[in-house]
């Protein structure tokens, strides 16, 4: 018995692997308890099942998506550092070879996968409806289950670090690297199984989303009236269905070869593992796009509403949204220049990379235009849009620069190439979606969070970054690659390397601040009892902060693009928030449900079954997958009313009757 | 419902939406649908694509026109485009409110759709017999892969027919189920479509070439 215990606890718990395990192990126990300990002492248990796990409310679950990216975002950040702070000194033995493998393959995986995407989701879901005029979704229920399935998934992938092993095969995961005879371990099939899991939840909020906008909108709210969100919601939705089923099948492939034994992409019988590369690209790149449209669409918002004037070009804006997600199609193979594709091919994909820089050079200057002249006033969310426009430009020159085919046989895979897409990818959603959480905050949760605090995270965070990354441009044309473990003194890389550690730890600190803005300002923050703290433009601004379950009490009529700035400043704002008696009428809401949390945990048990091949317990998990969806079929009775008398209360309640 | 009288239709009748569309949170689902078609389209291309860049992969085992079976096939494909054609029947046996109909059809197209399983079932087990598995070789990973895939759409797609049977046997006509009647049915003419895509793509043009 000893000796199987010794079995366990080395293969799986990994416990002869020194320190950084034990040390996750610890932290993961104790918060663990902790929350079990919070939940059981409060008496919350309930709560938590009746309020949220259970829930179908698009923005209590736009709220856990948030909760659950910004802890991802901690995940991801702390990967970071620990690779940073690998790299900062020559000949440094302070991470494995193998840990350092394993960490940017999680931190680059976790950042976009389940960082990135729950945050987009996450400002889909809190504002779309209510911009629109919608009472929720198309899909309520597909929406619980997207958001389960996208937790799932990331729990799956997380826990690969203290059970069996994490992935280290980069974030990509190219065969014939990952293929079972060169990678036996668990952690590749955690990556295939969490990022398919949780890629079949991405889908549907894609499809979920672009329905809700085609079929959902108040009256009167034609297309061009939509609100550029809105809009970036709509290009972006489309380019997750087009790109993610791309991904899907990538993943499966490689799957099947790993535990069926087939041979898509192995080096023997035939297979071929370009044609992984280029699946896995043909969703990729326009993932990129996936993650940046809506935060284009978060600084549009922003811009016209802290700048006090109507966006300038909206048509060029909404044409150019859409060109960007047509083009994100035709550049997939600059992702591999250097694979011999060929000099024909090469040009067509370096013009087409280059082409995407018209439309975004669209979209700066209609945001620089809306500025001039306006009476911009310098709050939060405005100022990570500010900090966007230098840092985006930058990232994107890079990104013309690397697009040169001839050009990237020089760049290719070195520092320069991570200096250009961390500042993009910073630069665009990251501080995109901060602008977001800021500006939509008050409206989540009823408060505003802390300006001071907000400063000094908005600051360190900024100075950390050019100090993180601005370093790398020149390290990548000292000669330095990506994913390099470590390197030798001597080779001019130490100053540059220090300096950049240094950066990544000022961000880290930015974000630190950003947790204590929001735990300071759930006691101090300033009350939002207007429901329109920042003189908003669009419909969500008119209903009260946090807005009521059932959304709008009367579905308001649209005759033009800023509705309710139109409406303040005509002097009509009351239109929308003093309602007759006699105008309100029962409400359809969709009931709550427990199987989307079911179902989510029914495939992380398939999932984890599969990725130690205990097919007893793969079975197990698919038939919960099955039964649940059966059960789905065969439910009629899954909405309920709300009388008008109730509506009534709650808005004589919040002073609006 | 009323009845056309020659080849004119009751004024009132031409406006009228068929059922499943009456009802705005019905109509918002099959549209839904229809867009997570397009995400299954997507999934099928990519299956044709790595489908055609390994079809010549055969690493010296078995090629497509070793394994093809010309009458085998064509049975297949025609069980399964009848089987589309009974489903279309289902749908206008709807339009005239018959739910007798729409249910007995609906049987008809499950036991084709049965019968195009057992078919495909039999042809694999006797490629696997044959060694044309699809451990052999990169060709016959996807040639499986492809076909398999369309396979257990095809295995779901019977599974959720007979759940949507046993509900409109006990529910009846309305709005909500005609959606689901409706929803299943576009489904499998879109597995049929899939179909003449691999009818083409594999099977004809490997006995061809």
Redesign the interface.
């Known amino acids: 018995m000893p000796e199987a215990l010794k079995h366990f606890t080395d293969t799986y718990l990994m416990w002869n692997e020194g320190y950084l395990i034990w040390i996750s192990d610890i932290l993961i126990a104790l918060t663990s308890i902790g929350i079990v300990a919070t939940l059981t002492y409060f008496k919350k248990w309930k709560w938590l099942w009746k309020e949220w796990l259970t829930t179908v409310d698009h923005k209590k679950i736009g709220i856990m998506y948030m909760i659950a990216a910004l802890l991802m975002m901690f995940r991801g950040g702390a990967d970071a550092m620990l690779l940073r702070t690998q790299l900062a000194s020559p000949n440094s033995k302070f991470l494995t070879p193998d840990h350092y493998d394993q960490i940017f393959t999680t931190h680059g995986t976790i950042m976009i996968l389940f960082m990135a995407m729950p945050l987009i989701f996450a400002m889909f879901n809190i504002a779309v409806p209510l911009q629109i005029g919608a009472r929720d979704v198309?899909?309520p229920y597909?929406n619980a289950v997207s958001f389960w399935l996208f937790f799932f998934g990331a729990m799956l992938f997380n826990i690969s670090f203290v059970f069996g092993g994490s992935p280290d095969a980069g974030w990509v995961s190219y065969p014939p690297l990952t293929e079972l005879g060169f990678d036996k371990g668990p952690g590749e099939n955690f990556y295939l199984l969490s990022l398919q899991i949780s890629g079949i939840g991405s889908?549907a909020t894609?499809?979920?989303f672009?329905?809700t906008i085609?079929?959902?909108r108040a009256p009167g709210m034609k297309l061009m009236k939509m609100p550029l969100f809105t809009w970036s919601v709509v290009a972006a939705s489309i380019v997750i269905?087009?790109a993610?089923?791309?991904l899907?099948?990538?993943l499966a492939?490689l799957m099947?070869?790993r535990i069926?034994?087939?041979?898509?992409f192995?080096m023997?019988?035939?297979?071929?593992p370009m044609?992984y590369v280029n699946?896995f690209w043909?969703w990729g790149h326009p993932e990129v796009y996936i993650v940046v449209l809506p935060a284009f669409g978060i600084f549009s918002e922003v811009v016209a509403t802290f700048a006090r004037k109507r966006i300038f070009g909206y048509n060029s804006m909404v044409a150019s949204l859409l060109l960007i997600s047509v083009i994100s199609y035709f550049v997939w193979a600059h992702h591999f220049f250097t694979m011999g594709a060929g000099a024909d091919v090469n040009t067509f994909f370096a013009v087409a990379s280059m082409m995407v820089a018209i439309p975004t050079g669209v979209k700066v200057f209609n945001w620089l235009f809306t500025m001039y002249r306006g009476r911009i006033s310098f709050e939060l969310p405005m100022l990570w849009t500010l900090a966007f426009v230098p840092n985006f430009i930058i990232g994107g020159a890079t990104g013309v620069m690397l697009a040169v085919a001839p050009a990237d046989y020089q760049y290719h895979n070195s520092y320069f190439l991570i200096a250009h897409f961390h500042q993009v990818l910073i630069a665009g959603p990251v501080f995109g979606l901060l602008a977001g959480m800021y500006y939509w905050w008050p409206k989540m949760f009823g408060f505003k969070l802390d300006e001071r605090i907000g400063r000094i995270a908005f600051w360190l965070f900024n100075i950390g970054f050019y100090v993180c990354f601005m370093p790398q441009y020149a390290l990548g044309f000292k000669g330095m690659q990506r994913r390099m473990y470590t390197y030798p003194a001597g080779m001019g890389w130490h100053t540059l390397n220090l300096i950049s550690t240094i950066g990544a730890y000022v961000m880290g600190l930015g974000f630190l601040f950003i947790v204590v803005q929001i735990v300071y300002s759930m006691k101090h923050g300033e009350r939002d009892v207007t429901g329109d703290p920042w003189n908003g433009r669009t419909l969500e601004w008119s209903l009260p902060s946090p807005v009521p379950h059932y959304n709008f009490a009367v579905i308001p009529q649209v005759t033009d693009r800023d509705m309710w700035w139109l409406m303040k400043q005509e002097g009509r704002a009351d239109e929308l928030r003093k309602f007759d008696a006699a105008a309100i009428h029962d409400i359809h809401m969709p009931k709550n449900s427990g199987r989307p949390f079911l179902m989510g945990l029914a495939f992380f048990v398939a999932g984890f079954g599969f990725v130690f091949n205990w097919y007893v317990l793969a079975v197990i998990g698919l038939v919960g997958v099955a039964l649940t969806m059966?059960l789905r079929?065969?439910e009629?009775d899954d909405e309920y009313h709300i009388p008008a008398e109730e509506v009534l209360e709650a808005e004589a309640a919040l002073g609006r009757v | 419902m009323a009845v056309a009288r020659g080849n004119v239709l009751p004024r009132e009748q031409v406006h009228e939406k068929p059922l499943e569309y009456q009802n705005p949170n019905q109509a918002v689902k099959i549209l839904g649908f229809w867009i997570f078609l397009a995400t299954d389209m997507l999934l099928f291309g990519c299956l044709f694509a790595t489908y055609l860049v390994l079809r010549t992969h055969t690493d010296g085992g078995p090629t497509p026109h070793d394994i093809f079976d010309v009458p085998g096939f064509t049975i297949e494909t025609f069980v399964l485009l009848t089987s589309s054609f009974t489903g279309g029947l289902a749908t206008l046996a709807m339009r005239n409110g018959n739910k007798r109909q729409v249910i007995g059809w609906m049987i008809v197209t499950i036991l084709l759709g049965l019968t195009f399983i057992g078919f495909e079932v039999s042809e694999f087990v006797s490629d696997a017999v044959q060694g044309a598995t699809m451990q052999r070789s990169a060709f016959l990973s996807a040639f499986f892969t492809l076909v398999g895939t369309h396979g257990s759409h095809v295995s779901i797609g019977i599974v959720w027919m007979i759940a949507t049977v046993i509900q409109l046997w006990r529910k009846g006509l309305n709005p909500v189920s005609a959606r689901k009647v409706f929803v299943v049915n576009l489904y499998w003419h879109f597995l049929d479509v899939v179909w003449v895509f691999i009818f083409t793509i594999v099977y004809l043009s490997g006995v061809v070439m």
């Open positions: 198309a899909f597909l889908i894609g499809i979920n672009l329905a085609l079929k959902m269905i087009f993610f089923p791309a899907t099948i990538a492939l099947l070869d069926v034994g087939t041979h898509f192995t023997l019988h035939g297979g071929d044609m699946l043909i059966i079929a065969f009629w």
